[in-house]
């Protein structure tokens, strides 16, 4: 069984920074492709970031490019989502998810998926 659970989540002003980790338990994680998801109310869950297992991969979506940064501590199981220049766009639930076999954008790819964690940017 493997379980994520993210944090980190929070309020912060626009231009702000915030970092969302995610807690992975299961032998999976050494050789899972990590991702980030995030939704907005009354909007479909959207990609935001993703790293292959080892790390030599990234991924991100246009409106994150530049200002995320997407990365693992393989050590402690954990991927974390550095969000830096935050707008109000980016307010939306944070979900972190793991795919055993695929890398990339696509949610259908992901097998398992953390409970989410709110990001507020103000104006």
């Known amino acids: 069984q493997v379980q994520l659970v993210e944090s980190g989540g929070g309020l912060v002003q626009a231009g702000g920074s915030l970092r969302l980790s995610c807690a992975a338990s299961?032998?999976?994680?050494?050789?899972?492709?990590m991702g980030w998801f995030r939704q907005a109310p009354g909007k479909e869950r959207e990609f935001v970031a993703a790293?292959?297992?080892?790390?030599?991969?990234?991924d991100y979506a246009d409106s994150v490019k530049g200002r995320f940064i997407i990365s693992t501590d393989n050590a402690k199981n954990m991927v974390r989502l550095q969000m830096n220049s935050l707008k109000p766009e980016d307010t939306a639930v944070y979900y972190c998810a793991a795919s055993s076999r695929w890398f990339g954008p696509s949610r259908g790819q992901y097998d398992y998926w953390g409970q989410g964690t709110q990001v507020t940017v103000s104006s």
């Open positions: 299961g032998r999976i994680f050494s050789s899972a492709n």
């Open positions: 790293i292959r297992w080892d790390g030599a991969f990234t």
